[in-house]
């Protein structure tokens, strides 16, 4: 079982930057691909981001490529999403998620999530 936990998030002006981290514990974390999510407020939970076991590969929705960086380390069993460059649209509640699976951008093929952390941002 791992257990995961969101932090970093909070209020912020367009245009400025956050840095997200998600602890994990419980489990050996180097076995799992990391996603990032997010869910606004009265739409479906979306995929933002991927890193692979390793942190060789990354993959991000459209919206956020060149403005948000997904990193990891697996000495310290965190992953990273800095975010630059925000936009009032990146509201939202965000959720690291992991997953067994080499690479996928579909929540069910998650198996264990975070509590989630608020990032509002102000226009």
């Known amino acids: 079982q791992v257990q995961l936990v969101e932090s970093g998030g909070g209020l912020v002006q367009a245009g400025g930057s956050l840095r997200l981290s998600c602890a994990a514990s419980?489990?050996?974390?180097?076995?799992?691909?990391m996603g990032w999510f997010r869910q606004a407020p009265g739409k479906e939970r979306e995929f933002v981001g991927f890193i692979s076991t390793s942190g060789g590969n990354t993959n991000y929705v459209d919206s956020v490529k060149g403005r948000f960086t997904i990193s990891r380390d697996n000495a310290k069993n965190t992953v990273y999403l800095q975010m630059n460059s925000l936009k009032p649209e990146d509201t939202a509640v965000y959720y690291c998620?992991?997953?067994?699976?080499?690479?996928?951008?579909?929540?069910?093929?998650?198996?264990?999530w975070g509590q989630g952390t608020q990032v509002t941002v102000s226009s």
């Open positions: 419980g489990g050996t974390f180097s076995m799992y691909a």
């Open positions: 998620a992991a997953t067994l699976r080499y690479y996928t951008t579909s929540r069910v093929d998650y198996n264990y």
